[in-house]
């Protein structure tokens, strides 16, 4: 199970920080993706952290949004800064198996989902 937490509505230049905790796995052998859905678009990746630490971010988001994890809380966060209104969107937390090096950044190599949370960034 994926627990998503931490959205809300921010002023367009404003910071907010994602959680998603999970339970019912072995946090520290999985891969945790964000990914988001604006409405009417579809769900598109934003950032991953593999069970090996490796990162890859969305060209939209390098340089702003930051992803950790802490193995300890079965928890991976989610740092955003500097948003923008189009960053609007639910943000899902997702989590594969890690078996390797590579780092997925597809939708359908996801098979946890977590319900989503609202981020409304206002101009």
């Known amino acids: 199970q994926l627990q998503a937490s931490g959205g809300g509505l921010v002023q367009a230049g404003g910071s907010l920080r994602l959680s998603c905790a999970a339970s019912e796995l072995t946090f520290s052998d999985f891969d945790m993706g964000w990914f988001r859905q604006a409405p009417g678009k579809e769900r598109e990746f934003v950032t991953v952290v593999t069970w090996r630490r490796g990162t890859r971010y969305a060209d939209s988001v390098k340089g702003r949004f930051t992803i950790t994890r802490d193995n300890a809380k079965n928890t991976v966060f989610l740092q955003m800064n500097s948003l923008k209104p189009e960053d609007t969107a639910v943000y899902y937390c997702?989590?594969?198996?890690?078996?390797?090096?590579?780092?997925?950044?597809?939708?359908?190599?996801?098979?946890?989902w977590g319900q989503g949370t609202l981020v409304t960034v206002s101009s």
């Open positions: 997702a989590a594969r198996q890690g078996y390797s090096s590579a780092i997925y950044s597809r939708v359908l190599h996801y098979p946890y």
